[in-house]
T-cell receptor, first 113, second 111 residues
């Protein structure tokens, strides 16, 4: 199994531009999570899905952020418009079901200038 | 409501032992432990459920005291490969689907 696959690995964009991060979870995993990691705030849960349905998006910082999971093998996190304070490493993780360990992707390092 | 980890950082000589603590101000259903090396993704180590169980994984083990709302990770006979940042992830809602990660403990093992 290739694990959780995220793309791109690095993204540098200008303030105001739209950014789309992509994630392919492990096949058979029913849960998908989007986390953001910064030095100041650590690992923060943004949103999670169960069977492609968003369950809890209370961690999404504001309306500029949106996430979708159109099928079991693909999810996107979109930021529009992007701001410098969005600079962080964004991780996608999946889990076979509740109460099991998460497998994280390699992350996308986003820099907004 | 982020769980607090202690110590923040620790340096060990190879072969020494270490304990990392994770304390919560709220009741916990379960605790996850992860290790992250610089520039890499967090790697799952183990999960502990209510009931005060203790688990082991090679020379790394952990305990969970639900009454005290805390968990401890024990690293014995540390190896160079143990270096990294350790995070606890706490489940406050049950179901294990909404983890709140701790502040992290940086561990460095030297020769």
């Amino acid at each position: 199994d290739a694990g959780v696959i995220q793309s791109p690995r690095h993204e540098v964009t200008e303030m105001g531009q739209e950014v789309t991060l992509r994630c392919k979870p492990i096949s058979g995993h029913d849960y998908l999570f989007w986390y953001r990691q910064t030095m100041m705030r650590g690992l923060e849960l943004l949103i999670y899905f169960n069977n492609n349905v968003p369950i809890d998006d209370s961690g999404m910082p504001e309306d500029r952020f949106s996430a979708k999971m159109p099928n079991a093998s693909f999810s996107t996190l979109k930021i529009q418009p992007s701001e410098p304070r969005d600079s962080a490493v964004y991780f996608c993780a999946s889990s076979v079901r509740g109460g099991y360990g998460y497998t994280f992707g390699s992350g996308t390092r986003l820099t907004v200038v | 409501q982020q769980p607090v980890q202690s110590p923040q950082a620790v340096i060990l000589r190879e072969g020494e032992d270490a304990v990392i603590n994770c304390s919560s101000s709220k009741a916990l259903y379960s605790v996850h432990w992860y290790r992250q090396k610089h520039g890499e993704a967090p790697i799952f180590l183990m999960i502990l459920l209510k009931g005060g169980e203790q688990k082991g994984h090679d020379k790394i083990s952990a305990s969970f005291n639900e009454k005290k709302q805390q968990s401890s990770l024990y690293l014995t006979a540390s190896q160079l490969s143990y270096s990294g940042t350790y995070f606890c992830g706490t489940d406050y809602t049950g179901g294990g689907n909404k983890l709140t990660f701790g502040t992290g403990t940086q561990l460095k093992v030297e020769l």
